[in-house]
């Protein structure tokens, strides 16, 4: 039971470029999260979905994209990397709203 | 939308003594409250939550308090060892609750031997 798995864990791009980041869980929870952090600023909501095939905005959602077309699976997509989209993202799930999250790993992005 | 205010932004206290940390909400329908102990380098790790229709939570060490009135809630951890050390957050989950939890901007919590 490996619960959240986030790949990859460490990435450079260069400004313009593209990329998506993974998310993973085995938990069969319904609903998962893209947050990002950065020193000062707390954990910030991406986007956020409440079951397979649903996606919804959080507070910072411009930049980014999302998909999920399998319950386990939560992409972000990054169409064309700015500097300030350098960050800390982790992914998260919970199997109802109002209860604890489950946390991946985290994914370190620097964009030059 | 919800806003999550934490105080303070650094707490240095000496080993065995307590520590308190104080979070604020906006949003009165907010009804879970959270709060997570981040190491360095790892991630966020749920140590304690809270539902509106309870005052205060404990869990050994640690215990969890809401004003529902005020709109506040803190976190305090007794006996404060040096594996404490870490960066806390509180979180509320405003309405109905799917919409993903608000994060306060984290407690750097530093325990002096």
């Known amino acids: 039971n490996a619960g959240v798995t986030q790949t990859p864990k460490f990435r450079v791009l260069k400004t313009g470029q593209s990329m998506t980041l993974l998310c993973a869980q085995d938990?069969?929870?319904?609903?998962m999260y893209w947050y990002r952090q950065d020193p000062g600023m707390g954990l910030r909501l991406i986007h956020y979905?409440?079951?397979?095939?649903?996606?919804a905005k959080g507070e910072v959602p411009d930049g980014y994209n999302v998909s999920r077309l399998k319950k386990q699976n939560f992409l972000l997509g990054l169409e064309s990397a700015a500097p300030s989209q350098t960050s800390v993202y982790f992914c998260?799930?919970?199997?109802?709203?109002?209860?604890?999250?489950?946390f991946g790993s985290g994914t370190r992005l620097t964009v030059v | 939308g919800e806003n999550v205010e934490q105080h303070p932004s650094t707490l240095s206290v000496q080993e065995g003594d307590s520590a308190v940390i104080k979070c604020t909400y906006s949003?009165?329908?907010?009804?879970?409250f959270p709060w997570y102990k981040q190491e360095l380098g790892k991630r966020p790790q749920l140590i304690i939550d809270?539902?509106?229709?309870?005052g205060e939570k404990k869990d050994q060490r640690i215990a969890v308090t809401l004003n529902k009135t005020a709109k506040h809630f803190s976190l305090h951890i007794t006996e404060t060892q040096p594996e404490d050390s870490a960066v806390y957050f509180c979180a509320a989950t405003p309405g109905g609750g799917a919409d993903g939890l608000t994060f306060g901007k984290g407690t750097h919590l530093i325990i002096q031997p």
């Open positions: 949003d009165s329908a907010s009804n879970y």
């Open positions: 998260a799930s919970n199997p109802q709203p109002r209860l604890g999250y489950t």
């Open positions: 979905s409440v079951g397979e095939g649903t996606t």
């Open positions: 809270i539902r509106s229709n309870v």
């Open positions: 938990m069969n929870h319904e609903y």
